[in-house]
C-alpha cells in the first residue's frame, strides 16, 4: 500500500498519473466526436440518420467529389492564405505590442489589458462592427480613407472578390491580437531584467540583445502561440458568416467555412466531414512541426 | 537627464494612446451603434456620434432577462476554469519535465484532440449525452464538453509555462526531502503562477463566449447563457442591431473593466525576484 | 349497510372521476421569442383548453432544420413545431410529419380551399396536407416618393415592368450625393434564391426551369443594374434587411423587400415612402411574388394528435389577428378591421395572390445552392448569364433525376 502510494508521488508514475487524467478526459470527449467525423466521410450520410452508426459505406466516393468540385482548389489556396497572413500578422503585431507594453511609462500596464476587448467582443458583435466598418457605401474605413484623401472612389472590401478574402483576414487579425500579445508579455516578463542589464554592460545593442536573448528564451511561447494560433485560425467562422459569407462567389471562401455550408446548409453531411478530415490532415503537419520543435526548447 | 527620461516616457505614452485608440475602435463603434437608431447604422456618410441617442441599457437588461443570462454565462465560464486547471496543470507539467517519445505523442495526441470546430463535435456529443442521460444537467454538460475543447489549449500554454522554470529548484527541493508531489505543487506551480493565471483568464473569457454548445444542449431559457440570447435578437429577417449592440455593451463592459485590472496584477507579476 | 357503504363508494369513484380527466402535455418549438406569436397562441389556447399544457421552446431560424433532424433521431422530436416553407417537403418526404388531411376534412374550422395557392402548395406533398401556414409574407417595390418628385418621376405611377424599373433606378441615382436608384439583395444564400425567383417565375421559368431566355433576361438586368451603379455592388453580400437599411437612411430611392420592414420603416423613414407590385417583364407577363413566413406543423410520432391537432386549428382561426398583432401577411384572404400602414398592406394583399413557393422539392436546399451559384458567378463577371444557368440546371437535374 505504501508502496503503491510512494510510485504515484514520487516514481515514474507520478508523471503518467499527471498526464493520463488530463489525456483520458480528453480521449472520452474529443477523441469520439474525431473518429465520428472520419467515419462518416466514407459513409453516404443523411441528415436523418445521424445518430447512428449504421450508414451506408461508399468507400473513396465523397472524397473524390469533393477534391473534383470546380471550387475546392480556390477555397484550398484561400484558407493557406488565410492562415498564413493572419498568423503571420496577429504574431508580429501582437509581439511588437507586447515588447512596446514592456516598457516603463504611465499607464502602460493598464492600457495593454485594453488590448483584450478582441477576445471577449462576443463573435456576432466582431463579426456585425467589422461588417459596418467594412462596407462599401456606409463604412467607416471608406469614408476615413477619402476624408484623409488616400483614395477616389469607394473600395467595396467585402463585395470586390479581389479583395473580400483580404477584408476577412484584417478583421481576423483584429481578433488574434490579443491572444498572442497577452501570452507574449507574460513571457517577457518572465525573462529577469539583470540578463538584460549584462548584455548592456558588454555592449550589446538593443537588436543583438533582442535577436540572442529575448528570442531563445522566448522559444517555448512563440513555439505555443504559432502552433494554436494556426489551429484557431483554421476554426475561425464567425467572421466569414459575418462578413461574407464566403462570398461573393466563394471569393473568400475557406475550408471550414465550406465544410459548414456543405454540412449545414446543403446537408451534404458526407463531404463536409470529408472537408473536415482534410483539415484535420492539414493540423496533423502542424502538430508535428511543433512537437519536433519542442525538443530545442531549453529545459530550464 | 531626469528630464529626458521623463520626456520619453511621455511621449511613449501618446504613442500607446494612439495604438489604443486603433485598436479599440471596434469597440467604440460597437458603444456609438448602440445609441444610434437602426436606420443612422447604415447612414452614409457614417456618423461618429448618433443624431440622437437612445439610451436603451434599462430596457434591453429587462426585456431580454440579461441578469439571468448573464449569471448562467459567468457559472459556466467558471466551471469550465476550475475543470481545466484541475485536469490541466499536472499533465501539463509532466510534459515539460519528461522528455520522452511517449511525451512526445501524449503532446501530440494533446494537440489533435482541439482539432475540431465545436459545430462538428456537438452531434455526436449530443448524442451520446442523450444516451447517458446527461441532457438532465444541461450547463454541467456544457462546462464538460467546453472544457474538453480548452484543455488542450491550456496543457500547452502552461507547458511553455513550465518550461522557463529551472529544473534546479526542484531538484534542490526533492534534495531536501521533498516529494515530486510536492516539488510541484509548492515549487513549479507557483512559479509558474503568471503564466497559469493568464492562460486561465483566457480560458475564461473564451468559455464566456462559448456558443455552439450550449445552444444546443441547454432549452430551458432560464439555463442559457448570454451568448444564446443574444443570438435571439436576430431573428430570419430583421434583426435589432441598436438592441443587439447595447446587449453586448452591457456585457463586456463589466467583463473588460475587471480584466483589464486583473491582468496588470498578473502579467507584470513578481517572478523577476524568485528565479534568484 | 352494504347498501350505503356501495353508495359511498360509488360516489367517492364518481368524485373521482374529473381528477382522473387527464392534463395532456403537447411540447411546441418556435423561433420566436417570449412575448411573439407561438407564446401568445400557446397562453391562449391553454386558457380556452385547461386539460391541455403546451410546452413552449424557442429554437434559433439557422438551426431548427439540423436540432429537429437531431431530436427525430434521437427520439426527442416535439409535438408541434414551425419550419420555412421549403422544408415542409423534406420532411414529408421522410414520413416525419403528421398528414393532416383526414383532420382536416373532418375540421369545421380549417377550409383548405380558401388558402392562397402559394402557402397552400407549400404544405401540400404527394396528395397529403402536411402543416397548415400560420402566416405568410412576400416582397413588394418599395420606393421613396419625395425623390420620385425630385427627379420629375410621378410617385402615383411606380414602375410596372421591368424596363420602366431600369429606367427609373437611372433617373433616381445620383453617384455625387451616394444614393442608389436600387436596393435588393443578391447575397450567397437563401435569401438571394428568395428575392431571384419571382423573376425567374415571372419570365417563364421555375426552380426546376432555370436556363430560360427570360432567366437569362433577368439575371443579365440585375447585373446591369450593379455594373452601371444603379444598385450598390455590396448587393452581392447583403440581406434584405440590411439593404433596405440604406434605402431607410436616404441611401437607396427603392428597395425590394417584405412587409417585415414596415415597423422600422413607419419610425425611422424620414420621407415618404410607398409601396408597389414588384414589376413584371411585360405590361401582359403573369405575376409572381417570393412566399415567406412558414407552417406550423405535427411531427408523426406525436402520441397527442388530437391536442396538436386542435392548437393548429385553433392558430389557424386567429389569422385575422396576424397582421397586426404579429405583423405577419394572412394566409389566406380574411377582413382585417383597421389594418396597420393600410396603403401598403392593401399592395401585400394583393402581391399573396400571386406569391409562389420555393419548390416542393424534398432536397430543396441543393436546388437552392444551384441558383445562388448561378446569380453570384454571373454578377462577379465570372460567367456569362448563360453559362452560370446552363450549369445550374445541370446541377438541378441532377438533384431533380433522384
Known amino acids: 500500500m505504501l508502496r503503491f502510494d510512494r510510485v504515484f508521488r514520487d516514481g515514474g508514475g507520478f ?76 504574431l508580429t503585431i501582437g509581439f511588437a505590442l507586447a515588447l512596446f507594453f514592456q516598457q516603463d511609462f504611465p499607464g502602460a500596464t493598464w492600457l495593454r489589458g ?16 467589422w461588417g459596418w466598418i467594412l462596407a462599401g457605401d456606409f463604412g467607416v474605413l471608406n469614408h476615413v480613407l477619402q476624408s484623409l484623401g488616400l483614395t477616389d472612389g469607394k473600395i467595396f472590401w467585402l ?77 475561425q467562422f464567425d467572421v466569414f458568416a459575418a462578413l461574407t459569407r464566403g462570398g461573393p462567389s466563394n471569393a473568400s471562401n475557406v475550408l471550414q467555412y465550406w465544410a459548414w455550408q456543405l454540412s449545414f446548409e446543403e446537408y451534404r453531411i458526407g463531404q463536409g466531414s470529408v472537408v473536415s478530415v482534410l483539415m484535420v490532415l492539414f493540423v496533423i503537419v502542424v502538430a508535428l512541426v511543433y512537437v519536433r520543435s519542442t525538443r530545442n526548447e531549453h529545459a530550464g | ?89 499536472g499533465c501539463a507539467y509532466a510534459l515539460a519535465r519528461v522528455r520522452s517519445v511517449w511525451m512526445d505523442l501524449v503532446l501530440f495526441i494533446v494537440l489533435m484532440m482541439q482539432v475540431l470546430p465545436s459545430s462538428l463535435m456537438i452531434t455526436p456529443i449530443f448524442v451520446a449525452y442523450n444516451q447517458v442521460g446527461m441532457m438532465d444537467w444541461p450547463r454541467t454538460g456544457v462546462v464538460l464538453a467546453q472544457a474538453a475543447k480548452v484543455l488542450p489549449l491550456y496543457i500547452v500554454l502552461v507547458r511553455a509555462a513550465f518550461t522557463q522554470i529551472p529544473k534546479e529548484l526542484e531538484e534542490a527541493a526533492l534534495v531536501d526531502g521533498n516529494s515530486r508531489m510536492g516539488a510541484f505543487l509548492f515549487i513549479a506551480v507557483p512559479l509558474a503562477r503568471n503564466g497559469i493565471l493568464v492562460t486561465a483568464i483566457l480560458i475564461f473569457l473564451q468559455s464566456l463566449g462559448e456558443y455552439v454548445y450550449a445552444r444546443s444542449l441547454i432549452t430551458d431559457r432560464a439555463l442559457q447563457p448570454a451568448t444564446v440570447g443574444l443570438q435571439f435578437l436576430t431573428g430570419p429577417n430583421a434583426s435589432d442591431w441598436s438592441g443587439i449592440m447595447t446587449y453586448s455593451a452591457i456585457y463586456v463592459t463589466p467583463i473588460l473593466i475587471v480584466f483589464v485590472i486583473l491582468q496588470r496584477r498578473i502579467v507584470s507579476g513578481l517572478t523577476s525576484g524568485a528565479l534568484k | 349497510m352494504i347498501y350505503q357503504r356501495l353508495m359511498t363508494t360509488t ?7 374529473p381528477a382522473l380527466a387527464e392534463t395532456v402535455t403537447i411540447d411546441l418549438w418556435t423561433i420566436d421569442r417570449p412575448g411573439e406569436y407561438h407564446y401568445v397562441m400557446a397562453e391562449e389556447f391553454m386558457k380556452a383548453n385547461p386539460d391541455i399544457i403546451v410546452n413552449v421552446r424557442s429554437v434559433q431560424f439557422e438551426d431548427m432544420v439540423n436540432d429537429l433532424a437531431r431530436a427525430v433521431s434521437t427520439g426527442d422530436a416535439p409535438d408541434v413545431t414551425y419550419i420555412d416553407n421549403p422544408e415542409v417537403a423534406l420532411f414529408a418526404s421522410r414520413g416525419l410529419l403528421l398528414d393532416m388531411k383526414p383532420m382536416i376534412d373532418a375540421s369545421s374550422v380549417i377550409k383548405t380551399d380558401e388558402i392562397y395557392p402559394g402557402p397552400l402548395a407549400s404544405v401540400s406533398y404527394e396528395g397529403g396536407i402536411y402543416g397548415i401556414p400560420r402566416g405568410a409574407n412576400t416582397i413588394a417595390l418599395y420606393y421613396n416618393a419625395d425623390m420620385y418628385k425630385a427627379a420629375g418621376l410621378d410617385p402615383e405611377n411606380p414602375p410596372k415592368t421591368w424596363d420602366e424599373l431600369y429606367a427609373a433606378a437611372k433617373a433616381l441615382t445620383k453617384p455625387d450625393e451616394g444614393v442608389y436608384g436600387l436596393a435588393f439583395s443578391a447575397v450567397g444564400t437563401e435569401e438571394g434564391t428568395f428575392q431571384f425567383l419571382p423573376w425567374l417565375q415571372m419570365a417563364g421559368g421555375d426552380f426546376n426551369n432555370v436556363n430560360t431566355p427570360g432567366s437569362v433576361t433577368a439575371l443579365n438586368l440585375w447585373k446591369q443594374f450593379i455594373d452601371e451603379g444603379l444598385a450598390s455592388p455590396d448587393t452581392l453580400i447583403r440581406g434584405q434587411w440590411d439593404s433596405t437599411g440604406t434605402f431607410n437612411a436616404g441611401s437607396a430611392a427603392m428597395s425590394i423587400s417584405g412587409p417585415w420592414e414596415l415597423p422600422r420603416m413607419s419610425e425611422e423613414a424620414k420621407f415618404d415612402y410607398r409601396v408597389a407590385l414588384l414589376p413584371a417583364p411585360s405590361a401582359d407577363a403573369p405575376r409572381a411574388s417570393a412566399l415567406g413566413e412558414g407552417d406550423n406543423v405535427i411531427l408523426a410520432n406525436t402520441d397527442q394528435p388530437e391536442a396538436a391537432f386542435k392548437f393548429v386549428e385553433y392558430m389557424y382561426a386567429q389569422m385575422p389577428r396576424v397582421w397586426n398583432e404579429f405583423g405577419y401577411m394572412p394566409a389566406y384572404p380574411v377582413e382585417v378591421a383597421d389594418p396597420k400602414h393600410a396603403a401598403a398592406y392593401a399592395v401585400f394583399v394583393e402581391s399573396m395572390k400571386y406569391a409562389r413557393n420555393r419548390g416542393p422539392h ?39 433525376g433522384q
Not at chain 2, 461618429?48 to 429587462?62: G, L, N, Y
Request: proline fraction near 5%; charged fraction near 10%; avoid cysteine.
Open chain 1, 114 to 129: 485594453l488590448f483584450l476587448a478582441g477576445w471577449i467582443l462576443p463573435g456576432l458583435v466582431v463579426g456585425a462592427v
Open chain 1, 15 to 90: 508523471d503518467s498519473l499527471l498526464v493520463m487524467l488530463a489525456l483520458g478526459y480528453l480521449v472520452v470527449f474529443s477523441a469520439f466526436p474525431l473518429i465520428y467525423n472520419v467515419i462518416m466521410s466514407f459513409q453516404a450520410v443523411d441528415l436523418f440518420s445521424l445518430a447512428s452508426f449504421d450508414r451506408p459505406y461508399v468507400g473513396l466516393d465523397n472524397y473524390r467529389e469533393v477534391l473534383g468540385e470546380r471550387v475546392f482548389t480556390p477555397i484550398f489556396w484561400n484558407t493557406v492564405q488565410f492562415v498564413g497572413l493572419s498568423v503571420f500578422f496577429q
Open chain 2, 1 to 89: 537627464m531626469l528630464a529626458k527620461n521623463l520626456w520619453i516616457r511621455w511621449v511613449l505614452l501618446a504613442v500607446a494612446l494612439v495604438l489604443v485608440s486603433f485598436y479599440l475602435f471596434p469597440l467604440y463603434w460597437m458603444y456609438v451603434t448602440a445609441l444610434k437608431s437602426n436606420t443612422e447604422t447604415f447612414q452614409n456618410p457614417p456618423t461618429f456620434w448618433p443624431h440622437d441617442p437612445q439610451w436603451r441599457f434599462a430596457e434591453v437588461w429587462v426585456e431580454y432577462g440579461l441578469a439571468s443570462f448573464i449569471k448562467n454565462s459567468v457559472i459556466i465560464a467558471a466551471g469550465t476554469v476550475a475543470l481545466v486547471v484541475l485536469l490541466g496543470t
Open chain 1, 159 to 235: 463585395s470586390d472578390p479581389s479583395v473580400s478574402l483580404y477584408s476577412v483576414i484584417i478583421a481576423n487579425i483584429w481578433l488574434g491580437i490579443p491572444f498572442n500579445m497577452i501570452l507574449l508579455s507574460v513571457g517577457l516578463a518572465a525573462i529577469p531584467a539583470d540578463v538584460y542589464e549584462a548584455a548592456e554592460l558588454d555592449g550589446a545593442s538593443r537588436l543583438h540583445r533582442f535577436l540572442t536573448i529575448t528570442l531563445p528564451l522566448m522559444r517555448a511561447q512563440l513555439g505555443a502561440v504559432i502552433s494554436l494560433g494556426v489551429i484557431f485560425t483554421l476554426q
Open chain 3, 11 to 17: 360516489a367517492f369513484a364518481l368524485a373521482a372521476f
Open chain 3, 362 to 400: 424534398a432536397e430543396w436546399p441543393k436546388i437552392s445552392k444551384a441558383i445562388q451559384d448561378a446569380i453570384q458567378s454571373t454578377l462577379t463577371g465570372q460567367a456569362p448569364a448563360e453559362q452560370a444557368l446552363a450549369d445550374a440546371q445541370a446541377k438541378i437535374d441532377g438533384v431533380l
